[in-house]
C-alpha cells in the first residue's frame, strides 16, 4: 500500500476547494479532480474513500478554522458592546482575508453536506456565543430575543456589507468597496438596534 505524501493531500484540497466554489457541487467529480492535480483517481482513494468523503473532510477542517477564527480572543464575559465588536472584527477579517473559503463555507451552508457538518464542528461556537447573550440579557444589556432575531440583527448586516464588497458593488451595482468607516459605522447603527 502506498503511504500518504501530506504535500500531495494539501496540493489535492486546495484544488478540491478551487473546484468545488468554482463548479459546485453537482459539477464535482473525483475523476475530474484527479485530472486537475495531474494525479490518477487511484491516488484519490489513497486520501479518501469517495466523494463524499473528501468534501465532508474538507467541510469540518474549514468550518473548523472559521469558528477557532471568530472565537479568536472572545471572552463571552465581556459586556455585550466589546464582545460584538470583536465578533465583527474576527468575522471581518476571516471572511475578507479568506474570500474562497468563506464561499466554500456558504456553499456547504447551503447543501445537503450541512447537516453531516455543521452540528458536530459549532457545538462549541453556539456554547460560547449562548453564554454571551445570556449573560448579557441578564446584566440588561440587551432584552431577550429569538436566536434567529438575535442574528439577524447582530450579522446580517456585516454579511451584506461583505457580500458586496466581494462582488465589488451595492445592490444598486454601483463599485463597491467596505471600509472601517463603513464598517463601524454600521456596527454603531446594530447596537442601537440591538439595545433598544
Known amino acids: 500500500m502506498r503511504k500518504r505524501d501530506p504535500e500531495k493531500e494539501e496540493a489535492v484540497k486546495t484544488k478540491a476547494i478551487d473546484m468545488l466554489v468554482n463548479d459546485g457541487f453537482e459539477g464535482f467529480s473525483m ?31 474549514k468550518f473548523r478554522e472559521m469558528s477557532e477564527a471568530v472565537l479568536g480572543d472572545f471572552d463571552p464575559e465581556a459586556d455585550f458592546e466589546t464582545g460584538m465588536r470583536k465578533q465583527w472584527e474576527n468575522r471581518y477579517r476571516f471572511m475578507t482575508e479568506r474570500p474562497v ?51 439577524c440583527v447582530a450579522f ?30 454600521t456596527f454603531t447603527f446594530v447596537m442601537k438596534a440591538l439595545k433598544l
Not at 105 to 118: D, G, K, M, W
Not at 132 to 148: D, L
Request: some cysteine; overall charge positive.
Open 31 to 61: 475523476n475530474k479532480l484527479a485530472r486537475a492535480c495531474g494525479i490518477s483517481v487511484a491516488t484519490l482513494y489513497i486520501y479518501y474513500r469517495d466523494k463524499d468523503d473528501l468534501i465532508l473532510s474538507i467541510a469540518a477542517e
Open 101 to 151: 473559503i468563506t464561499r466554500l463555507l456558504e456553499q456547504f451552508r447551503s447543501s445537503s453536506y450541512q447537516q453531516r457538518v455543521i452540528p458536530d464542528i459549532s457545538r462549541a461556537f453556539k456554547e460560547k456565543m449562548g453564554a454571551f447573550v445570556k449573560s448579557a440579557v441578564k446584566r440588561g444589556e440587551i432584552g431577550q430575543m429569538s436566536i434567529e432575531t438575535f442574528w
Open 156 to 185: 446580517a448586516p456585516l454579511y451584506a456589507l461583505l457580500r458586496f464588497h466581494e462582488e465589488g458593488r451595492n445592490m444598486a451595482g454601483q463599485p463597491f468597496t467596505v471600509n472601517e468607516a463603513i464598517l463601524w459605522q
